[in-house]
């Protein structure tokens, strides 16, 4: 199969709406958890501020799917971009002499919203690489890989983008800017898209929804597993604890501890994403079938098992936050990181490769629903583990769940085509 050039332009498009959204969301995650840290909110409150947004992203791709498939990829993809920008310019109401309560019930809203935003233009991404993609040499592979590594490489420049937009703009004026930005990308995407993605069916039933494949079913299991274990540790355990090891409690201080986390999270994200970009030629896709592929699902999430499990015994019997364990963290994390992405971008190949063409905003929609459960799980239970148990606490319970998406993982078969019934 050759790939028609408006296909290739479409992809194209896809790619930078993609990313222009993703570099907003990433700023805006570290603005909102920075700023209200220095307010004196506590983890489990900080961890609040969250849940909505991954609420709405467990209902927002339930229905996505079927949204896509009655109304067209585009309209979808135009909807989460406009509502990141009413988010945005939502977020510039907050009053700072309103309660801790109304604040955080007004901030969880406005999260909300971006959760909505954020899937929307999630699942339309995803879902135009099964539609756009050469099937030739792992082609589906590539483009998946492409599309996804470069995504978190963006967001990781978020994140250093929202820390360093924090100390330097403050709150409001970093938040105006954002949504400025992405107002004039939404114009220009609308403007310019070209002809390349389906405009929709008439008679797609929202019954659909649900999968009737065994893998695809496990493969999201696996999926709320895997999340659930990185947000554990990287919504709110890891950045407070590391605002606690750094700031000196001066506001030079906290500028100082907000720039270095800020830089962590990004680099962090950022080889996550370059990993993930690479994952194809790491498993050695193009020379390996399909059967193979889907059964080292568990093999690497077996090995992902054993980064949180060996910190988790080195925070324990560590005697404080020390220097040594500082750096030790860094890097257990960044390697955690590395294998993360691999068990990632090999999830996201299997889904497109598990759908069918028909089907796929479908499906797509589906598995991302159980990606975001995990998220919510994993944002929820990172404040209650880091308040009740501190950090050894915090990458047990992430050991665990990668367990849990091993064992899922297991389960995938090779038997695709008979997977419907």
Not at 39 to 45: A, D, E, H, I, Y
Request: hydrophobic share 55%; with cysteine; net charge positive.
């Amino acid at each position: 199969m050759t790939q028609r050039p408006e296909g290739l332009s479409a992809y194209i498009a896809v790619t930078a709406a993609y990313w222009a959204f993703m570099l907003t969301d990433g700023a805006l995650r570290m603005l909102v958890l920075l700023h209200f840290h220095s307010l004196g909110f506590s983890p489990v409150q900080l961890a609040y501020l969250f849940v909505l947004y991954e609420v709405a992203g467990i209902v927002t791709n339930l229905t996505a799917g079927w949204i896509a498939a009655r109304f067209g990829l585009t309209s979808t993809l135009y909807a989460g971009l406009g509502l990141q920008v009413l988010a945005l310019l939502a977020m510039t109401q907050l009053d700072p002499n309103w309660t801790i309560a109304a604040s955080v019930t007004f901030v969880m809203m406005v999260q909300g919203v971006s959760g909505v935003a954020k899937d929307l233009a999630k699942m339309s991404s995803k879902s135009s690489v099964k539609l756009l993609a050469p099937t030739e040499e792992g082609g589906l592979f590539r483009w998946v890989a492409v599309l996804t590594g470069s995504k978190n490489a963006v967001k990781g420049l978020g994140f250093l983008l929202g820390a360093v937009m924090l100390a330097t703009s403050g709150f409001m004026m970093a938040i105006l800017v954002m949504a400025a930005v992405l107002a004039l990308i939404l114009i220009g995407v609308i403007l310019f898209m070209p002809a390349g993605l389906p405009l929709g069916r008439k008679g797609a039933k929202f019954s659909e929804v649900f999968s009737k494949s065994a893998n695809v079913n496990w493969l999201s299991a696996a999926r709320v597993f895997l999340f659930g274990a990185r947000d554990v540790w990287f919504v709110v355990g890891i950045p407070i604890y590391f605002y606690a090891v750094l700031s000196d409690g001066t506001q030079e201080g906290n500028r100082a501890a907000f720039f270095m986390i800020g830089s962590f999270m990004a680099v962090w994200v950022i080889l996550y994403g370059a990993v993930q970009a690479s994952a194809p030629k790491i498993l050695r896709a193009s020379e390996r079938s399909e059967a193979d592929l889907i059964h080292s699902a568990r093999s690497w999430a077996a090995a992902l098992f054993c980064v949180p499990a060996a910190l988790t015994i080195v925070v324990l019997f560590s005697s404080g936050p020390e220097t040594w364990l500082t750096v030790t963290l860094v890097l257990g994390l960044l390697l955690f990181g590395a294998v993360f992405a691999v068990n990632s971008s090999l999830h996201s190949y299997l889904i497109l490769a598990f759908t069918k063409s028909e089907r796929v905003t479908m499906d797509v929609g589906f598995y991302y629903m159980a990606n975001a459960t995990g998220r919510l799980v994993g944002t929820v239970l990172s404040g209650l583990t880091y308040q009740t148990g501190g950090l050894s606490l915090v990458l047990g319970t992430a050991a665990a769940m990668v367990a849990l998406a091993a064992l899922a993982s297991g389960k995938l078969t090779d038997q695709t085509a008979d997977a419907y019934s």
